[in-house]
């Protein structure tokens, strides 16, 4: 999946840069102070040192940026990061010169810090593992033919098995977060449209509308932009209820709702008022073209055929504008009279400051002034 293999790289890209930096400094001053001059080890240190800062820097790079498209390039540089450490580490695993030997600090540390801080896919993180283990068994008696090999060989496997085993249960908990994670991502996303959406007709609720109809009031305050409000009531909408009951109300709220939204465009807002009133912010519109657009979409309510076919369901509309009204309570008190005007003009009509309308072909909510 798309979004864990960048949320999996954003995540080892992060601890890659931190580790990183950390040893640029740390294997930088041990090549300075530490190791002899001149000596392997002091050369295993400062290009370990040059090629952290290298990481660092590439890392960086990818910090921040939430767009990111995985792909092999992405998915190299983070892997490619343990296998460096674990080839320094085999490094300094096959060239320490002791009476004693025994398996490296290092060795160990690099070997557990990939299965407990990188995350990876299984087969990456098998075929990690496998490489590290087979390539300590075979380097190790070219360069110490000296030991005993049978003895570290059960060691190598069995500290490599172990760090598998770590990194796979690592990977597992790490995915299982992600999908707890998206769980709640999508309970909160599904709660959030719950506050804002009316539970019946799925359109926006009163709560939703005043907020929507207050961001545009005041944008278009502060850019002296023209918008319409349309408000709208079925017509009658009690004598449904009463004569066919409420569960056909509630399906002719539901279609009346899919003819809104059918018929809007994608920058209006329509909502759930109250009841059977219903609000439409027509954003960039001025009221000649809103009042074209209420009475086609009267017409639409007039013309449809609900399910129940015995019903015969209009609306009447009330349009404003906001270059009519000094506030957005003066605006709504405007659209909410226009629409008594509708009601007490006959019902299946459009009211506006400028007169009433019925089959008023104007331009369209497309052009805004």
């Not at 801080?117 to 075929?127: A, G, K």
């Not at 404003?320 to 006959?346: I, M, P, Q």
């Amino acid at each position: 999946m798309a979004e864990f293999r960048l949320y999996r790289f954003k995540s080892n890209n992060l601890k890659l840069c931190i580790l990183a930096t950390v040893l640029f400094v740390e294997q930088l001053l041990l090549g300075i102070f530490i190791a002899e001059p001149s000596s392997t080890l002091q050369s295993i240190y400062l290009g370990t040192s040059a090629f952290m800062a290298l990481f660092a820097v590439f890392g960086l790079k990818f910090l921040g940026k939430n767009s990111l498209k995985i792909n092999g390039w992405h998915e190299l540089f983070q892997f490619s990061f343990p296998f460096f450490g674990m080839a320094v580490a085999l490094g300094r695993f096959l060239t320490v010169d002791n009476m004693v030997f025994t398996i490296p600090t290092v060795y160990i540390a690099v070997l557990y810090g990939a299965a407990v801080i990188f995350l990876f896919d299984s087969w990456q993180c098998i075929f990690f593992y496998s490489a590290v283990t087979v390539s300590a068994i075979v380097l190790l008696p070219q360069f110490h033919p000296e030991i005993i090999m049978s003895n570290y060989r059960a060691d190598i496997i069995t500290n490599g098995i172990i760090a598998l085993t770590v990194m796979l249960m690592t990977r597992t908990r790490y995915i299982s977060s992600f999908i707890d994670k998206k769980h709640i991502e999508i309970i909160n996303q599904e709660l959030r449209e719950q506050t804002i959406r009316d539970g019946l007709t799925g359109l926006y609720n009163r709560r939703k509308l005043d907020e929507v109809f207050g961001e545009v009031c005041m944008k278009a305050a502060r850019y002296e932009n023209d918008f319409s409000v349309i408000m709208i009531d079925l017509d009658h909408f009690k004598s449904v209820n009463d004569n066919y009951g409420h569960h056909v109300g509630d399906t002719v709220l539901v279609e009346f709702s899919r003819i809104l939204e059918n018929n809007i465009r994608d920058v209006d807002v329509c909502g759930r008022w109250g009841g059977e009133e219903f609000l439409i912010i027509c954003q960039e519109t001025v009221l000649e073209s809103a009042i074209g657009f209420a009475d086609r979409l009267r017409q639409s309510i007039e013309a449809h055929s609900f399910s129940n076919s015995s019903l015969s369901i209009t609306a009447s509309f009330g349009v404003a504008s906001w270059s009519c009204c000094s506030d957005e309570f003066e605006l709504l008190n405007e659209v909410d009279s226009r629409l008594y005007d509708a009601k007490a003009a006959g019902r299946n009509i459009v009211c506006a400051s400028t007169g009433c309308f019925r089959n008023r072909f104007t331009q369209s909510t497309d052009e805004a002034q």
